[in-house]
């Protein structure tokens, strides 16, 4: 166990409002990854860290920004969150078995 | 572009008989290959990997397959239980870099 906390667990927030999702992590690992996952699409990346300030993009990154100022915290935030981002969201962490990740137990996000 | 598929989106097993989870990848770039389980309101866990300089991986009940020629991979369960239903996926990455995961495959064992 990686010592992952994910918060807030759930939230429920307005269409157009900022929200920001908090990855804690215990054990100083390098690399962090925000995903979210979705019916039908499985888990895609949204951004990722290799290090405090060193982000950059994944493949669903529109709408997001993140920001890692200290090696344990890496913040997503939605700028004016869509429906669209009503989603499951899991933090994951570079460490572990082989190259394998651990995830934290997910937000989960209706914006309604 | 779904570079991990997963293209049976649920699969029922009889307790104590094989499962075959499927995975087929368009990346010939693809070096690495994991397998995850992921139980409602949890998030995913590692179950397997393999290297592409592998074509078989072993880890008590579960085994992956790797063929790369047609860049496919499976896992096999045996024998069964009813604690392995759960939602499976599978994820590819190169380099170490950062994983693709499929569509997942949702596993149910029934008594």
């Known amino acids: 166990d990686a010592g992952i906390t994910q918060s807030p667990r759930h939230k429920v927030t307005e269409t157009g409002t900022p929200v920001t999702l908090r990855c804690h992590q215990t054990?100083?690992?390098?690399?962090m990854y925000w995903y979210r996952q979705d019916p039908g699409h499985g888990l895609r990346l949204i951004h990722y860290?290799?290090?405090?300030?060193?982000?950059d993009k994944g493949e669903v990154s529109d709408g997001y920004s993140v920001s890692r100022s200290k090696t344990e915290d890496f913040l997503l935030t939605l700028e004016s969150a869509t429906s669209s981002q009503t989603s499951v969201y899991f933090c994951?962490?570079?460490?572990?078995?082989?190259?394998?990740?651990?995830f934290g137990s997910g937000t989960r996000l209706t914006v309604v | 572009d779904q570079q991990v598929k997963q293209n049976s989106p649920s699969l029922s097993v009889q307790e104590g008989r094989i499962s075959i989870l499927n995975c087929d990848y368009t990346n010939s770039m693809f070096d690495y290959f994991l397998w995850y389980k992921k139980y409602p309101a949890e998030g995913p866990t590692f179950l397997i990997s393999?290297?592409?300089?592998?074509d078989k991986n072993e880890d008590g009940r579960f085994t992956v397959f790797l063929n790369k020629s047609a860049k496919h991979l499976s896992l096999h369960i045996v024998p069964s239980q009813p604690g392995d239903s759960a939602v499976y996926f599978c994820?590819?990455?190169?380099?170490?870099?950062?994983?693709?995961f499929g569509t997942g495959t949702r596993l149910t064992i029934i008594p």
């Open positions: 054990e100083n690992h390098r690399y």
């Open positions: 393999i290297s592409s300089i592998k």
């Open positions: 860290s290799y290090g405090v300030k060193d982000t």
């Open positions: 994820a590819a990455s190169f380099g170490n870099e950062k994983l693709t």
């Open positions: 994951a962490v570079q460490g572990g078995v082989g190259y394998g990740y651990t």
